[in-house]
Nanobody, 124 residues
Framework: QVQLVESGGGLVQAGGSLRLSCAAS????????MGWFRQAPGKEREFVAA????????DYADSVKGRFTISRDNAKNTEYLQMNSLKPEDTAVYYC?????????????????WGQGTQVTVSS
């Protein structure tokens, strides 16, 4: 079992930055692909970003490409999401997730473990 705990969310003005962290415990995540998803009120959960186990490949939703950066530190069993140039439409609960598979990382069904989420609110 892998337990994931997100942190770093908060309230920020449009144009600002936040860095989300996802700390894993229970098992090393070094062989897991990791992802970030978000869910805004009244909307379905959507893919944000993903990274393979060795950081060799990253993928981003078009809506965040060029503004968000996903990274990981396997030695610290932690993944990150650096969010710059934040917009009000980025407001959502952000979830990190771990996947034993490397395919279909944009699909939430691929992921085996999920964190509880952290709220990000961007004011205009």
């Amino acid at each position: 079992q892998v337990q994931l705990v997100e942190s770093g969310g908060g309230l920020v003005q449009a144009g600002g930055s936040l860095r989300l962290s996802c700390a894993a415990s229970g098992r090393t995540i070094s062989r897991y692909a990791m992802g970030w998803f978000r869910q805004a009120p009244g909307k379905e959960r959507e893919f944000v970003a993903a990274i393979t186990w060795n950081s060799g490949t990253t993928d981003y939703a078009d809506s965040v490409k060029g503004r968000f950066t996903i990274s990981r530190d396997n030695a610290k069993n932690t993944e990150y999401l650096q969010m710059n140039s934040l917009k009000p439409e980025d407001t959502a609960v952000y979830y990190c997730a771990a996947a034993g598979d490397i395919y279909k990382l944009r699909d939430g069904e691929t992921y085996d473990y999920w964190g509880q989420g952290t709220q990000v609110t961007v004011s205009s």
